[in-house]
């Protein structure tokens, strides 16, 4: 069957290269297992990869061309997601070290899916997300097949597959500290200050960047 998709292997290991690389989706899921431990990550990790797929929607149809085009546009996404970076930042630096930092999320379903809408804003609210798709994705769609939307909802399914089985492998890694972590609340208080400060950074880096 014809996907039109040229050079897959090499998309394969550009891909993983461009996910393994330090960023903030990176950050975000060490952080979660760390201090929350293996299930904040799971459910951080698929709510991540549901923002791939939006993103990668968005690019097929057409409309991050709209927000490539757009300076107002990619102004507004920009300023959202360094705003939400910024917040997540002052939370952790705010965030006690005790074990009842979630006393108002006291229900786990409450915790999973606060855990997975975080992961979906912190890369849903990221413009460069979907410049990257634009420019990335179209070097392995043949000539032929570039104005049809399957191929480049495809590579979007296996960059997210990708990610999954990186940001997994990472959870339980990190998740491997985690009991030892929030056994400690000192530890886990200056680890939350830490990853603040650099949830900031972050925040501050977008909020400055250009396309």
Known sequence: MNTGIVHFEAF?????????SPGIDTMFIINKSLTQGKIAGVFSTFGINVGVFIHTFFAAVGLSWVLAQSAMAF?????????????????SILAKGSEDDNVALSNVEMKRRKHFTSGIMTTLFNPKVALFFLSFFPQFIAPSAVEDKMPFLLLGVVYAGIAILWFLLLTFLASTFSSKIQGNSTVKKWMNKGAGVVFI???????FSKK
């Open 12 to 20: 394969i290991i550009t891909a993983f290269l461009f996910i393994a």
């Open 75 to 91: 102004m507004i996404v920009k300023y959202l997601g360094a705003a939400y970076l910024i917040y997540l930042g002052i939370k």
């Open 201 to 207: 950074l972050m925040g501050l880096k977008v909020a």
